[in-house]
C-alpha cells in the first residue's frame, strides 16, 4: 500500500510486480497526457512535495477501509509532461472484483477533483495557461 509522486516515467506492468498478492482481484487504471484540442505541446504540473504524499497516503488508506482492499498504490508525476506520457496510475487489489473495481474508481474521482495538484497546459505557441476544474469530475465525486 504506497503513494509516490515523482519526475521520472513509471512502468505500468513492473508497478504491478508482486502487486495484490492473495487478491481475488486487481484493477488498475493508467492515465495519458492526452490533447483535446491538438495545440497543446506539453502538460505542467506542480505540487508541494509532502503535503501531496501525505494526501494520496490519507485517500489510499481510507478507500482501503471503505471497500476492504488488501492493496493498493497511487503513482503521480509532476514535472513536464508531453502529451502521450502516462501521467498517473491507481491500482486496486480486494478479494472481490466489485470492490477492486469500485476503490479504483473512488480513488479516481478523488484524484481528478481533490488531489493537490495544479495543471497547466503548455501550448505549442509557447503560451501557458492554468486547467480549471472540470464541473463533471465534482459531479462524479458526489456519488461518494
Same mark, same amino acid.
Given at each position: 500500500?504506497?503513494?509516490?509522486?515523482?519526475? #521520472?516515467?513509471?512502468?505500468? #506492468?513492473?508497478?504491478?510486480?508482486?502487486?495484490?498478492?492473495?487478491?481475488?482481484?486487481?484493477?488498475?487504471?493508467?492515465?495519458?497526457?492526452?490533447?483535446?484540442?491538438?495545440?497543446?505541446?506539453?502538460?505542467?504540473?506542480?505540487?508541494?512535495?509532502?503535503?501531496?504524499?501525505?494526501?494520496?497516503?490519507?485517500?489510499? !488508506?481510507? #478507500? /482501503?477501509?471503505?471497500?476492504?482492499?488488501?492493496? &493498493?498504490?497511487?503513482?503521480?508525476?509532476?514535472?513536464?509532461?508531453?502529451?502521450?506520457?502516462?501521467?498517473?496510475?491507481? #491500482?486496486?487489489? /480486494?478479494?472481490?472484483?466489485?470492490?477492486?473495481?469500485?476503490?479504483?474508481?473512488?480513488?479516481?474521482? &478523488?484524484?481528478?477533483?481533490? !488531489?493537490?495538484? &495544479?495543471?497547466?497546459?503548455?501550448g505549442q505557441d509557447g503560451i501557458a495557461? &492554468?486547467?480549471?476544474?472540470?464541473?463533471?469530475?465534482?459531479a462524479a465525486l458526489s456519488r461518494w
Amino acid at each position: 500500500m504506497s503513494a509516490r509522486v515523482q519526475t #521520472a516515467p513509471f512502468d505500468p #506492468a513492473a508497478e504491478l510486480a508482486g502487486f495484490g498478492a492473495g487478491a481475488g482481484a486487481i484493477v488498475t487504471f493508467t492515465g495519458l497526457v492526452r490533447d483535446d484540442t491538438g495545440a497543446m505541446a506539453a502538460l505542467e504540473i506542480e505540487h508541494y512535495p509532502g503535503m501531496t504524499e501525505r494526501a494520496l497516503s490519507d485517500y489510499g !488508506a481510507e #478507500a /482501503a477501509g471503505r471497500f476492504d482492499l488488501t492493496d &493498493w498504490r497511487i503513482v503521480h508525476r509532476h514535472g513536464r509532461l508531453a502529451v502521450g506520457e502516462p501521467i498517473m496510475m491507481v #491500482a486496486t487489489a /480486494a478479494r472481490h472484483r466489485q470492490a477492486a473495481f469500485q476503490a479504483a474508481d473512488y480513488l479516481m474521482d &478523488w484524484l481528478k477533483s481533490r !488531489a493537490p495538484f &495544479w495543471k497547466r497546459e503548455i501550448g505549442q505557441d509557447g503560451i501557458a495557461r &492554468w486547467v480549471d476544474a472540470k464541473a463533471g469530475d465534482e459531479a462524479a465525486l458526489s456519488r461518494w
